[in-house]
């Protein structure tokens, strides 16, 4: 494997390693409606039937044929399938949602008729109190791209479409280890010892990108030894490992001679960006040829998660086979400094009604005291400054809304 560490551009990097991620992703398999929320289409979902599939009722009322007075002469409720209406002057009480008898001219809602003994009177509205066939979407029209994906809404989507399963692929798979003996997984830190900053949240945040992620394993070792069978044993069952730590070569920085002895090739090896330009994302072959990943996250928390931002996401939403992730803008309130060559990635709290962006204190590259207030990174392009009112791109953190504190 090469070594060679020129950083790689911050966009040129992202776009890098979701191509890597989508040339990799897992096969197409059925799942049933109830699994599918949080996999991807791997198909179009197209409608097996007109939505509605029949003629059915907006309204409880009467179902009406010719001009009135009606005659009753009988009751359709939801889930039948009724006779048709062949009199004028005749009429079948419905509920919502009910099909419509064949020959029905008219719905006349039951609190804008009167019916005194068998007889009804009223004047149906002008405009159809029925849904008609296809008015939704006709039978065979494409509702939702291959790549799209699921959640509760497109599983209801299907389910009205009348699919039982979706062609879908899988959630990625992730695994993350912690490497660094100074690191402590409880109490308070001192005498030369931190706590792990990382082990607890990199998982959660996974999951917020939609990958299946377990708790994480480690303090690994700091021995080559213990990183590279830890790093063997967790992409046994994980399309993507993730490690904290070790990307720089000081003295037990294990990453980079570990990736050799296994045989793994860099997509991208140290990024243009500050803070975490030693991120790296890496191939190792798998047991059944298609390549796994393995991203390196530094060591310094913020820069950890500078690196799940910036390649982690793009790769796993390539190995999910969805498309590349459109960042969205930020209008700059205050100046925000540049950092030269590379990109800057600013911590900022954004206003959700008009999407200006506001810097956070406590944004050094060892602290999450800034990021733990933030809904995101502003960038800062390589050679510019953020000027007050630049419009400029926004990388989210996965929050949902209202969890910023
Ligand atoms: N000679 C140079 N040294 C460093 C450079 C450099 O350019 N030349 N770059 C610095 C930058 S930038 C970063 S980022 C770090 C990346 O280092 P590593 O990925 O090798 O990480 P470590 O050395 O293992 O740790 C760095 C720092 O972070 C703390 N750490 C590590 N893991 C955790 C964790 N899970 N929770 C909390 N804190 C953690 C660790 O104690 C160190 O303080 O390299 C710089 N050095
Ligand atoms: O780039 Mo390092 O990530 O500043 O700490």
Known sequence: MTTKTVPVGWVQARSRVYSAGLAAAPPAVAVPLGEADGHTLAEPLTTLTDLPAFPTSSVDGWAVRGPGPWR?????LAGGSPPPL???GTTVEIATGAMLPAGVTAV??????????????GTPRAQPEWRAPGEEARRGEVLLPAGAAVNPGVVGLAASCGYDTLSVR???????????????????????????????????WLRRFGAESGPFVGPVEDT??????????????ADLVCTTGGTMRGPVDHLHPALEELGGEYVVNSVAVRPGFPMLVATVPGPDGRPRFLAGLPGNPQSAIVALVSLVAPLLAGLHGRPEPALPQ????????????YTHLALVRVDPVDRTAHPVRHVGSAMLRGLAQADGFAVIAPGTTG???AVVPFVPLPLLNGERP
């Open 72 to 76: 009753v002469v009988g009751r359709v």
């Open 86 to 88: 062949d009199e004028d």
């Open 108 to 121: 006349l809602r039951i609190e804008e008729s009167t019916r005194t003994g068998g007889l009804v009177i």
């Open 170 to 204: 899988r959630p990625p798979k992730a695994a993350v280890l912690v490497f660094g003996d100074e690191l402590l997984t409880a109490g308070l830190p001192g005498a030369g010892r931190v706590r792990d900053a990382l082990g607890v949240p990199v998982p959660a």
């Open 224 to 237: 080559l030894g213990a990183h590279v069978s830890a790093i063997q044993k967790a992409l046994e069952k």
């Open 330 to 341: 930020v209008t700059l309130v205050e100046a925000v400094p540049g950092r030269g060559d």
């Open 387 to 389: 000027e007050p009112g």
